[in-house]
């Protein structure tokens, strides 16, 4: 056990099966850190399983008793999971699974989608917390593994908050992009507001790429495109800002400057984050995706590289990226099987959770850049016995920059 802070941390390891059909091959670890607040480090406390966002998102790494894990600790054991593929928890980076055929990494992906998380949470259930029911804590994906849970051990499950995670239950990737592209347009159009001596920067930015050939630190070429890929950023409260911060220090008189450079690798690298970029598959029920946001881009001219300004793209992934990007190239292959696959299994059981009787309180974000409100509402009305709480107050980051107050009011609306 470690102490810090007034916490006290006990790291637990899990060996899991890769596949949870065929528990006796192939196995993962999966990790998860427990946390108490010291003075209660004794007590008999409910847990509460924090699901974090993503794909491909490992756990936060505390730093104190704050924000939303400072009021959860007041009345709970928290246990924070490093989902399969991140973290400590047999991680899945291009080093990870080099050497890897095309097929045998597509089949291996296939596993790391939230019914295997789940399956994972149960194990951990029964190892950590003696198979006691406990509370969950879901933040954007997050949410979407916990409809997945209450889908199929909803028997494990007391009570459950959702933060910025409703999904559509039975859309297509091509009804999602139908909604986010708008919204990305619209958040563009506030940045340009606030910003307005930027359009004139990132255009010049954008010729500039696109004439020459730039560089980053890691020796990826910096391309038009790429650079549009910052604009993911838009959906957290102080995106606009932060954008405009990174291009207050792009030129270095004609070049563009070395911490510019190091900005955009820093966002855009995907390092340990390649199930982000493969989140298309992770979401499929049924169908193919086949690139739906490639196929989406085409329907919006607004978002054309010679449109006026520069529009920046968010939470959409493209086929090039896997050329492009160093830390994607491994997967570039088995990317183009999973997204040509149409036999995904379904993630929600629909009947079952119509007739949820598990209390769940969901935090609905009325301008979520990332997951539309408009689907979130209609999920709400299909899964019993939750209550919803639309804000207009907060974007995707709510229960980053506002968590205590956030969690205090969904555990009362489940309670």
Known sequence: MIATQGLRFIDHTVTVPLDHRRPDERTIEVFAREVVAAERAGDDLPWLLYLQGGPGGKAPRPLGADGWLGHALKTHRVLLLDQRGTGRSTPLTGKTVAGMTDAALASYLRMFRADSIVADAEILRARVAGGARWDTLGQSYGGFITLTYLSVAPQALRRCCITGGLPGLDVRADDIYALTYPAVAARNAEFYREFPQDAPVVRRIAAFLDAGDVRLPDGDRLTSRRL???????????????????????????????????????????????????????????????????????????????????????????????????????????????????????????????????????????????????????????????????????????????????????MRLAA
Request: net charge negative; glycine share 6%; hydrophobic share 50%.
């Open 228 to 410: 549009r890929l910052l604009g993911n950023m838009f959906g957290a409260s102080t995106g606009l800002a932060q954008l405009h911060w990174i291009l207050d220090e792009a030129w270095h008189g004609s070049s563009l400057s070395d911490t510019f450079l190091h900005e955009v690798l820093r966002h855009t690298a995907f390092v340990d984050v390649p199930l982000f970029a493969l989140q298309e598959c992770t979401f499929g029920q049924g169908r193919a995706s086949a690139w739906a946001a490639q196929r989406a881009s085409e329907r919006y001219p607004e978002f054309a590289p010679d449109a006026d300004p520069l529009l920046f793209t968010g939470e959409m992934m493209y086929p090039w990226m896997f050329s492009e990007i160093a830390a994607l190239r491994p997967f570039a292959g088995a990317a183009e099987i999973l997204a040509a696959a149409d036999d995904w299994p379904p993630l929600y059981d629909l009947d079952r959770l119509a007739a949820n009787d598990v209390p769940i309180a969901a935090l609905v974000y009325a301008d979520d850049m990332y997951v539309p409100a408009p689907l979130s509402l209609r999920t709400a009305e299909r899964v019993g016995n939750l209550r919803t709480w639309v804000s207009t107050d907060h974007h995707h980051d709510g229960l980053r920059v506002d968590g205590a107050a956030i969690l205090e009011r969904l």
